[in-house]
């Protein structure tokens, strides 16, 4: 499905995604451009408004946790794709913090991800990143992520499909 320039994935993820994704930006205490820029994108890319992601920015800004976020019923696909995203958002600017190492593990717990679906969805997002430009939030590619996660853990996404 196409809206405007930006690709509308067919997995919805909530809000509530992209919150804990502006926390792991924010927590390094310096907010990089490309991170910024790749939170954008992916919310827009699963159909989430400007003003809807400027109330998320806001929140985190001003210091919302990852623990005190009241997570909808999530599938395990859905959890293993936030936390990809959140691993790759992390790395966007180049590196991942101490700080932000740390809330991957919070938000891993967080979803209840077991270190097997934790490490998938690492391995898919370096693999994407891998790709010319990928590691370029201007040109990721979601669909590829998501191509990616589903050959790393079919079992997740084939019961998201069910449900």
Known sequence: ?????????????????????????????????????GLRRAAASYGHTDDALGRVEAEAAAGTKIEAIVWP???????????????????????VSRDEQELLRVLGDALGLDKLRRDAARSATYDIAALPGGHRPDQYDFGALETQLQAKLPGSYKEHLKG
């Open 1 to 37: 499905m196409r809206s405007g320039t930006v690709e509308v994935m067919a997995t919805s993820l909530p809000e509530e995604t992209f919150l804990a994704l502006a926390c792991v930006v924010h927590a390094d205490g310096r907010l990089a451009k490309s991170e910024l820029q």
């Open 73 to 95: 019923e999530l599938t395990a696909w859905q959890k293993a794709l936030t936390y990809a995203f959140a691993v790759w958002v992390a790395k966007a600017d180049g590196s």
